[in-house]
C-alpha cells in the first residue's frame, strides 16, 4: 500500500498560570474591558483560552507573553481572578507564524493623513514608488508606508532603534485608532483593499516582525499597536468552556488545578469529546 501522512495531531497544552505572569505585548482596548468583563461574568466560563510563550527566548524564564488574546487576559485580571487558562506554545515552534496584519482605513484621506503625520515629533516621510516602498521596508529602512489612490506612497521614517521605532509606529495608529474605522487586512495592496472596500481611502502596511522582537518589546514593558501582529497557531484550543469558579477558586493551588486540569483533559480524550480540524474552519458564533 502507499505511504498515507498521518497528521500530527495534538493535544494543545493547557495549563493554569498566574494572571500577574502574563504580559501582553500590544496595547489593550481599555474601553472594552468593562463591558467584556461584565459580558464575562455573565456566561460563568472562559470560552477560549488565550495563547502565551514563556520569554525564555530572550532570558527570561519568570512571565510568558500573550500572543493572541489579550483583551480576554485584561478582563480576566479586571475581574480580579488569580489564575486563567492558557495555551502555551513555543515561539520557535514551526506550528506558530507570525505575520503582519496592515490598516485598510475608512474615509481617511491621504492628503488629511499626511497633514496629521507631518505633526508626528520624530517621523519623517518621503514619497516613493511601490516597489522601492516595499523594499525600503524589507529592509527595515522605513517604519512603515501608506499607500493611496492612483499609486500615491508615502515612506514614514524614524527612530534609531527598535523601541524608537515602535513609539513611532504607535503615535502613527493613534492618529486613527478609536478615532477613524479600519480594517485589517493581510496583502499590502491598496488596490485590492479597494475593490474589497470601495469606501477605503488610504492602506497602512507594516514590517514583518521577529518572535525575539515581540519578546522584547513586550518584557520591556512597551507595546505594540494593536491589530498589526497576527500569529497563526496550529492545533488552537477552542471551546475549552472553563467554569469561572475554578479561575477565582483560592482554596486550591496553582499545582491542584493543574493536576485536576491534566485529569479533565484526560477524561475528554477518553470519552472522544475532542475534535480536530485540519482545514481552515469558519465559526459564525464567536
Known amino acids: ?17 498566574p494572571i500577574e505572569r502574563l504580559i501582553p505585548h500590544e496595547k489593550e482596548d481599555q474601553r472594552r474591558t468593562t463591558a467584556l468583563t461584565e459580558k464575562l461574568r455573565a456566561s460563568g466560563t472562559l470560552r477560549n483560552p488565550p495563547i502565551i510563550t514563556p520569554g525564555t527566548l530572550i532570558g527570561d524564564s519568570d512571565r510568558f507573553v500573550v500572543l493572541d488574546g489579550a483583551n480576554r487576559v485584561s478582563t480576566v485580571r479586571a475581574a480580579g481572578y488569580p489564575h486563567v487558562i492558557a495555551q502555551i506554545v513555543d515561539y520557535d515552534d514551526p506550528s506558530v507564524r507570525l505575520s503582519t496584519w496592515h490598516h485598510a482605513l475608512i474615509n481617511f484621506q491621504l492628503s488629511e493623513l499626511e497633514r496629521a503625520l507631518a505633526e508626528t515629533p520624530g517621523l ?19 517604519i512603515a508606508f501608506v499607500a493611496g489612490k492612483g499609486g500615491a506612497i508615502l515612506s514614514l521614517h524614524g527612530g534609531h532603534d527598535l523601541h524608537e521605532r515602535n513609539r513611532l509606529l ?8 478609536g478615532i477613524r474605522p479600519y480594517h485589517r487586512v493581510t496583502r499590502d495592496s491598496f488596490e ?77 480524550v477518553e470519552q472522544n469529546s475532542i475534535r480536530f480540524y485540519e482545514e481552515s474552519t469558519v465559526l459564525f458564533d464567536e
Not at 525575539?212 to 498589526?228: K, Q, V
Open 170 to 177: 504607535n503615535a502613527v495608529v493613534d492618529l486613527y485608532r
Open 192 to 268: 485590492e483593499a479597494r475593490s474589497r472596500d470601495p469606501n477605503v481611502s488610504a492602506l497602512v502596511v507594516f514590517p514583518k516582525f521577529q518572535p525575539d522582537e515581540i519578546l522584547e518589546i513586550a518584557l520591556s514593558g512597551a507595546r505594540l499597536p494593536a491589530g498589526i501582529t497576527r500569529h497563526v497557531i496550529a492545533w488552537r484550543a477552542l471551546r475549552v468552556n472553563m467554569p469561572l469558579t475554578i479561575l477565582e477558586d483560592l482554596k486550591q493551588t496553582l499545582e491542584e488545578k493543574n493536576r485536576w486540569l491534566e485529569g479533565w483533559i484526560a477524561e475528554r
Open 1 to 17: 500500500m502507499p505511504h498515507q501522512d498521518v497528521p500530527d495531531f495534538r493535544i494543545p497544552r493547557l495549563r493554569f498560570v
Open 124 to 142: 519623517t516621510m518621503r514619497r516613493e514608488d511601490s516597489s522601492h516602498a516595499r523594499a525600503l521596508l524589507a529592509r527595515r529602512e522605513s
